[in-house]
């Protein structure tokens, strides 16, 4: 993947410590020895050391390089719970239960970037998202200046048939089922703040609607409307189009008959779709149909870079995933 190679050589140039809470499962270790043997991140895999070690032995992996943080026996336990408990003790939570629940590897991995040793954590791939997300809230929490996590897809667009190639980022996909205007401008402040990190061109976001520069009025257009211009005033150096149509987006020719004075000219590497209905059954369009790769989706909004894999994944895809976490780590 030509336009995933920039993230790798991001990643490489800086290398961060990457925290996977489930050490013991295959796929992890896998990924975690072809992150380091790469030099894209220093891997840290959280579970029992016993498992971790006769797991990587059946896939033949070495861990030479790769640190192994067992809950029941590290030094860091103590520090941990407490860290926990004083984050915890105002919903009634006693040390004794935030040392119990720090020998959760997810709990324990949230932690250690919470407590600043490391600088990305993954999970997801045994985890629930709902698991994933809830301790990401609790323990990493949420970035000064946002109320809520969103999340993006990263999109590579480089077929044969793809004119133009590009990588692309579409939000929220993930998480956020029907945002109100404020929450939307929100999706669209993270993910431009994202793309700013990960796209190698200038950000040209698109505040998608089935509207195009005034042409329906709605209130599903109007929320798009009011997240267009509360992203303006934040980020008034934006090129940012709302609210607008797909094809306006994305196809000079079209955007140059539909919008006058267009900022993005329907060249937009930034889709932020209207609910999560629209997010997710336009990614998955683009993937099925038009062959692009969807990596994601990505955590965004948090104090810290956590983020969730799905159960099905790949050893490849928590590969990816590491790379995007130590480059979202590096800012």
């Known amino acids: 993947m030509q336009y995933f190679d920039s993230i790798l050589r991001k990643a490489c140039a800086q290398r961060q410590t990457i925290v996977l809470a489930e050490g013991e499962d295959a796929r992890v270790i896998e990924a975690a020895q072809r992150a380091s043997n790469d030099s894209i991140a220093h891997c840290i895999l959280v579970g029992d050391a016993a498992r971790i070690h006769k797991q990587a032995r059946l896939s033949g992996c070495s861990l030479d390089d790769i640190r ?17 408990w004083q984050l915890r003790k105002h919903k009634g939570m006693t040390l004794e239960q935030a040392e119990s629940q720090t020998l959760d590897p997810l709990c324990f991995a949230d932690l250690m970037l919470r407590e600043d040793d490391a600088d990305g954590a993954i999970a997801g791939a045994v985890y629930t998202t709902g698991d994933r997300v809830r301790s990401a809230l609790q323990i990493v929490g949420v970035q000064a200046g946002f109320n809520s996590v969103s999340s993006f897809m990263l999109m590579l667009f480089e077929a044969g048939h793809h004119d133009p190639k590009q990588a692309m980022l579409f939000a929220d996909c993930g998480l956020i089922v029907d945002p109100d205007g404020a929450q939307l401008a929100e999706i669209a402040l993270a993910t431009a703040q994202s793309a700013d990190h990960l796209i190698d061109d200038e950000v040209r976001m698109a505040m998608l609607s089935f509207s195009t520069d005034g042409s329906a009025n709605h209130p599903m257009v109007d929320k798009v409307r009011e ?19 797909l094809d306006a987006a994305i196809v000079p020719e079209i955007a140059a008959q539909k919008i006058k004075n ?24 683009a993937q099925r149909f038009g062959a692009a790769a969807a990596i994601g989706p990505i955590l ?6 956590a983020n969730d894999l799905s159960r099905g994944c790949s050893s490849d895809d928590v590969y990816f995933l590491v790379a995007l976490t ?6």
Do not use: C, M, W
Request: net charge neutral; hydrophobic share 40%.
């Open 326 to 331: 130590a480059v979202q780590s590096q800012a």
């Open 300 to 305: 965004q909004g948090l104090n810290r870079p």
């Open 262 to 285: 267009s900022r993005i000219e329907g060249r937009a590497n930034v889709l932020i779709f209207p609910d999560l209905n629209a997010a997710n059954i336009g990614y998955k369009i």
């Open 227 to 245: 997240a267009t211009e509360l992203v303006r005033k934040q980020l008034p150096q934006l090129a940012i189009e709302g609210e607008v149509q």
């Open 68 to 84: 192994i943080e067992d809950p029941s026996a590290s030094q860091y336990h103590q520090r941990y719970s407490q860290a926990l």
